[in-house]
Antibody, heavy 126, light 110 residues
Framework: QEQLVESGGGVVQPGRSLRLSCAASGFIFRNFAMHWVRQAPGEGLEWAAVISYDGSNTYYADSVKGRFTISRDNSQNTLYLQMHSLRVEDTAVYYC???????????????????WGKGTTVTVSS | QSALTQPASVSGSPGQSITISCTGTSSDVGAYNYVSWYQQHPGKAPKLMIYDVSDRPSGVSNRFSGSKSGNTASLTISGLQAEDEADYYCTSYTSSSTLVFGTGTKVTVL
């Protein structure tokens, strides 16, 4: 059974750092790109970042660029999101999701998410 | 990376059909046939309902269908059922190799 389990959330003060993890099982993790998506309390979904299957390419939403880093360890079947300089507005449930899409002419379009974790909650508060 | 525009709410009676719109720009919805739709019940993770504008994953009811015209994509739910009451989000691939979500639509079954 394909499964993603996030961990690492908690309460942190503004300006501090936190690292989230996402453990994958039930599928060949190293074959898939992965996304992080977040949802602030009472708000909609916001895409945060994507990483290619081998970690060689990463892309970020403007709201997290320069502060968050997505990475992966294919030997451990684990995805990470390192978050620095956290702000109150980063308070959210953070979901990891398996990416699906197409690669055409050496460009990959990881355009949708077919397996989601249940999320981990990050609260940034003084 | 402005969010795609969706109506805040749509409602219908059981058995009726409803359509949710998702409007973007020529840099996202209008540029690629890579629009997907997600259903989210309260307190739950999102669930993929439609990908690549109009394809349905295995296990998703054929009451759900998708389409696109220009910069606007649409999700239609036919034969509305009580279990369809949820929030729905569209997503599009963008010319910056990122994804952008829609603002979300709350579907109410009257």
């Amino acid at each position: 059974q394909e499964q993603l389990v996030e961990s690492g959330g908690g309460v942190v003060q503004p300006g501090r750092s936190l690292r989230l993890s996402c453990a994958a099982s039930g599928f060949i993790f190293r074959n898939f790109a992965m996304h992080w998506v977040r949802q602030a309390p009472g708000e909609g979904l916001e895409w945060a970042a994507v990483i290619s299957y081998d970690g060689s390419n990463t892309y970020y939403a403007d709201s997290v660029k320069g502060r968050f880093t997505i990475s992966r360890d294919n030997s451990q079947n684990t995805l990470y999101l390192q978050m620095h300089s956290l702000r109150v507005e980063d308070t959210a449930v953070y979901y990891c999701a398996r990416a699906r899409g197409y690669c055409i002419n050496n460009r990959c379009y990881e355009s949708y998410m077919d397996v989601w974790g249940k999320g981990t909650t990050v609260t940034v508060s003084s | 990376q402005s969010a795609l525009t969706q109506p805040a709410s749509v409602s219908g009676s059981p058995g009726q059909s409803i359509t949710i719109s998702c409007t973007g720009t020529s840099s996202d919805v209008g540029a690629y046939n890579y629009v997907s739709w997600y259903q989210q019940h309260p307190g739950k993770a999102p669930k993929l309902m439609i990908y690549d504008v109009s394809d349905r994953p295995s296990g998703v009811s054929n009451r759900f269908s998708g389409s696109k015209s220009g910069n606007t994509a649409s999700l239609t739910i036919s034969g509305l059922q009580a279990e369809d009451e949820a929030d729905y989000y569209c997503t599009s691939y963008t010319s910056s190799s990122t994804l952008v979500f829609g603002t979300g639509t709350k579907v109410t079954v009257l």
